[in-house]
């Protein structure tokens, strides 16, 4: 099977992205994997799949690969490649494009040619649905890494999980350690993504996140997006913040609880091609 592919990166964040609306395209976990695969593959963090809309009031389907096979319900820095995608390959004509994944509806606003602004939708809290194994919800929660470890971090979802917890210096935070602990707790029935953020001022601080299925990354937009919200919760933070990651920066506007969440940052396109699975 041969494919047509773009390869594209907000903040280093990168991704395959396949046009699916023009010609359906099945892919296995391990065809993914080989995409992703930097060595013999494409390489990428996630594979984005544009598919024609399954639902009223809903322009396309967005489904996201992770680098390990596995479907993921949410990428806000793919959602704003998939943004860019949908319209340099003039699959729309609109400024404001409504996607549908496996979790609900964004909105994707196309500013122009440099930003592009999701609405990342109401984060939840609410244990069950995140899903964290819980008495009670609460804004941190203690987790026990082993007999002598425990960190606080506060658990949401903005589409997909995420557990985040604050940190005085993220550079030497222990991401590569304590984050494969976090992901794969017991108490996360569907893994997690492990945010570590370190808080400049009331409105700026610097975030890094090991993703779940894929492992630390340049960048990650709903990662940065939970930090936001976490340090909110926390009372630290602003209505908007800017949030530094090691690919970039983003800005995040979150007015409270109740409300959705705005993301703005860059997206392009690195190259294009055709490959052979």
Same mark, same amino acid.
């Given at each position: 099977? *041969?494919?047509?592919?773009?390869?594209?990166?907000?903040?280093?964040?990168?991704?395959?992205?396949?046009?699916?609306? *023009?010609?359906? +395209?099945?892919?296995?976990?391990? #065809?993914?994997?080989?995409? !992703?695969?930097?060595? @013999?593959?494409?390489?990428?963090?996630?594979?984005?799949?544009?598919?024609?809309?399954? #639902?009223?009031?809903?322009?396309?389907?967005? *489904?996201?690969?992770?680098?390990?096979?596995?479907?993921?319900? #949410?990428?806000?820095?793919?959602?704003?490649?998939?943004?860019?995608?949908?319209?340099?390959?003039?699959?729309?004509?609109?400024?404001?494009?409504?996607?549908?994944?496996?979790?609900? @509806?964004?909105?994707?606003?196309?500013?122009?040619?440099? &930003?592009? &602004?999701?609405?990342?939708?109401?984060?939840?809290?609410?244990?069950?649905? +995140?899903?964290?194994?819980?008495?009670?919800?609460?804004?941190?929660?203690?987790?026990?890494?082993?007999?002598?470890?425990?960190?606080?971090?506060?658990?949401?979802?903005? $589409?997909?999980?995420? !557990?985040? #917890?604050?940190?005085?210096?993220?550079?030497?935070?222990?991401? %590569?350690?304590?984050?494969?602990?976090?992901?794969?707790?017991?108490?996360?029935?569907? *893994?997690?993504? =492990? $945010?570590?953020?370190?808080?400049?001022?009331?409105?700026?601080?610097?975030?890094?996140?090991?993703?779940? $299925?894929?492992?630390?990354?340049? !960048?990650?937009?709903?990662?940065?997006? =939970? !930090?936001?919200? %976490?340090?909110?919760?926390?009372?630290?933070?602003?209505? &908007?913040?800017?949030?530094?990651?090691?690919? $970039?920066?983003?800005?995040?506007?979150?007015?409270?609880?109740?409300?959705?969440?705005?993301?703005?940052?860059? =997206?392009? &396109?690195?190259?294009?091609?055709?490959?052979?699975?």
């Amino acid at each position: 099977m *041969r494919l047509d592919f773009t390869k594209m990166q907000s903040l280093g964040n990168d991704f395959v992205v396949l046009d699916g609306v *023009r010609r359906e +395209i099945h892919l296995s976990p391990d #065809q993914i994997r080989h995409i !992703a695969e930097r060595h @013999v593959g494409v390489g990428c963090d996630q594979v984005l799949l544009a598919e024609p809309a399954r #639902q009223h009031g809903v322009d396309f389907a967005l *489904r996201i690969f992770n680098a390990d096979g596995g479907e993921v319900e #949410q990428c806000g820095n793919g959602a704003r490649c998939f943004a860019k995608f949908l319209q340099s390959k003039e699959l729309t004509n609109k400024e404001e494009v409504v996607v549908q994944t496996t979790n609900g @509806v964004l909105r994707l606003m196309l500013n122009g040619v440099d &930003t592009v &602004t999701v609405d990342m939708g109401i984060p939840e809290f609410e244990p069950s649905r +995140i899903p964290f194994v819980a008495d009670r919800r609460c804004d941190q929660y203690s987790l026990d890494l082993s007999a002598t470890h425990r960190v606080e971090v506060t658990v949401l979802s903005i $589409g997909n999980p995420h !557990a985040v #917890q604050l940190v005085d210096d993220v550079d030497g935070a222990p991401v %590569a350690e304590v984050g494969p602990l976090i992901e794969n707790h017991r108490r996360f029935p569907n *893994r997690i993504n =492990a $945010g570590f953020m370190e808080i400049v001022n009331a409105s700026s601080i610097r975030v890094r996140v090991h993703e779940r $299925g894929v492992g630390e990354t340049l !960048a990650c937009g709903s990662g940065a997006c =939970a !930090a936001v919200i %976490a340090g909110r919760c926390l009372g630290y933070l602003k209505e &908007t913040v800017r949030a530094h990651l090691p690919g $970039g920066e983003l800005e995040i506007r979150w007015p409270g609880k109740g409300h959705s969440v705005l993301m703005t940052g860059p =997206a392009c &396109t690195v190259f294009e091609g055709t490959l052979e699975l």
